[in-house]
């Protein structure tokens, strides 16, 4: 498995942008897809946005247009670009790996296999 770290999360005011990045560990970091979930107080987790290994998105109705996912394989890392934040985008930020065929883009939970610890974002009206 592959350890995650992220980063990037804060409090920002609605209208805003902020950039997750998601630090991986190991040599292997090209080989998964990877995706961004994200957790509201009293809510079950839900799916952000993934990237295929071969570079393919996938993102929720709720923030298409407004993030972007990309990964820097020479990095081992992965980014979430999130323009116009709005409140209801308050949540614990997640990042996951997913060990998977070369095109998919993954989107339920049950597909990834390694979790980062999460990091707050928090979007003021």
């Known amino acids: 498995q592959v350890q995650l770290v992220e980063s990037g999360g804060g409090l920002v005011q609605a209208g805003d942008s902020l950039r997750l990045s998601c630090a991986a560990s190991?040599?292997?970091?090209?080989?998964?897809?990877m995706g961004w979930f994200r957790q509201a107080p009293g809510k079950e987790r839900e799916f952000v946005a993934t990237?295929?290994?071969?570079?393919?998105?996938a993102a929720a109705d709720s923030v298409k247009g407004r993030f972007t996912i990309s990964r820097d394989n020479a990095k081992n890392t992965v980014y979430l670009q999130m323009n116009s934040l709005k409140p209801e985008d308050t949540a614990v930020y997640y990042c996951?790996?997913?060990?998977?065929?070369?095109?998919?883009?993954?989107?339920?939970?049950?597909?990834?296999?390694?979790w980062g610890q999460g990091t707050q974002v928090t979007v003021s009206s």
């Open positions: 996951a790996a997913a060990g998977t065929t070369y095109y998919s883009v993954p989107t339920a939970s049950r597909a990834f296999g390694s």
């Open positions: 990237i295929s290994i071969s570079g393919s998105t």
């Open positions: 190991g040599r292997t970091f090209s080989t998964y897809a």
